[in-house]
């Protein structure tokens, strides 16, 4: 987290609290006028809040709270269009609001308000757009690895502790890594004692 340098009398402030179908937008001006509303996540809007915040003179300041990649296509439209865009901490927003309102309750007026004050405090982190920089591509594919990884341990968990007790209990000592592509054809073709049974011995053994 790092400091904003002190405010350009010519600056406003732009305060974004996203979510996945629509974000609240508050924007504080220069001369301390603000306006609030909400904008759709469609690209009509967002070139609308390019031509309002064009329209304010002066520089603008964006910061919102990163949320899933909901944030990412208004981001990059902002910093396309020329705006500094800057993210906010979630775990920081969380105690700015706790402390700012004395109450863990939270909606978007509120967040975009925190967001708002936070911003002007300079308790903000730098953003980063991963298609401006260039290695988005990059950034995809390890994601896509992580969850492939993290869906294969939790079905891999999911079978040691919860299928193999009830069907298989004698067979987990045969669980090691050398031996998983093993179980799992075995278990695609014998998912339970059923249809081990419905073969004689020698018919299994050959199988």
């Known amino acids: ?33 603000k306006h609030r509303f909400r904008m759709s996540n469609s690209a009509v809007d967002m070139q609308r809040l390019i031509d309002f915040l064009g329209s304010l003179g002066g520089q603008c300041r964006v910061a919102m709270e990163p949320t899933g990649d909901y ?37 978007d007026p509120k967040d975009a308000s925190v967001i708002l004050e936070m911003l002007k405090l300079g308790r903000i982190q730098r953003f980063v757009n991963p298609m401006i920089a260039g ?11 992580y969850q492939i990884s993290r869906a294969r341990t939790k079905v891999q968990n999911a079978i040691i502790n919860h299928h193999v007790p009830l069907y298989f209990p004698e067979m987990h000592k045969y669980w090691s890594s050398t031996r998983n592509e093993w179980w799992v054809r075995f278990m695609i073709e014998f998912p339970t004692p059923a249809h081990v049974r419905q073969h004689t011995c020698q018919e299994f053994i050959d199988l």
């Open 1 to 33: 987290m790092t400091d904003t340098p002190l405010a350009s009398p010519s600056l406003n402030w732009v305060a974004i609290d996203i979510a996945r179908y629509s974000n609240a937008v508050l924007i504080e001006t220069a001369s301390g006028q």
């Open 71 to 107: 944030h990412r296509p208004i981001a990059h439209r902002l910093l396309v269009a020329g705006f500094e865009v800057v993210s906010i901490s979630s775990v920081a927003q969380s105690r700015f609001r706790k402390a700012m309102f004395n109450s863990w309750d939270k909606n």
């Open 135 to 145: 290695h988005h591509d990059i950034q995809e594919l390890s994601k896509t690895y």
